[in-house]
């Protein structure tokens, strides 16, 4: 399984990204994928989920300010954010699990500061 994501980068305050992650080594219609956040000094935790066919799911401090989805021709999920803060400042990661193993791409870093 290789999970690669973009679409990091440095953004003010109250701005916007979106990350991309494509994946392969998987029946990708098949598996959720997952984002992930892990901030310096932290644990890493849950952005947002999204199910084969299924609702979304996100982290409390989501709030409704981003929005996951997938593609499954591409075989790519995507995150948009919004009304980013300091707070969301953190590296990335793209997940999913295949046969009782969870599966991380290499992270993208998102700096959130003015």
């Known amino acids: 399984v290789q999970l690669q994501a973009s679409g990091g980068g440095s953004v003010q305050p109250g701005g916007s990204l979106r990350l991309s992650c494509h994946a392969s080594?998987?029946?990708?219609?098949?598996?959720?994928m997952s984002w992930f956040r892990q901030a310096l000094g932290k644990q890493r935790e849950m952005v947002a989920q999204i199910p084969s066919g299924g609702v979304p799911d996100y982290g409390d401090f989501v709030a409704g300010r981003f929005t996951v989805s997938r593609d499954n021709v591409r075989r790519t999920t995507a995150l948009e954010m919004t009304s980013l803060t300091p707070d969301d400042t953190a590296v990335y990661y793209c997940?999913?699990?295949?046969?009782?193993?969870?599966?991380w791409g290499p992270g993208t870093l998102v700096t959130v500061s003015s």
């Open positions: 997940s999913t699990t295949r046969q009782g193993r969870q599966f």
């Open positions: 080594g998987i029946n990708f219609r098949l598996h959720t």
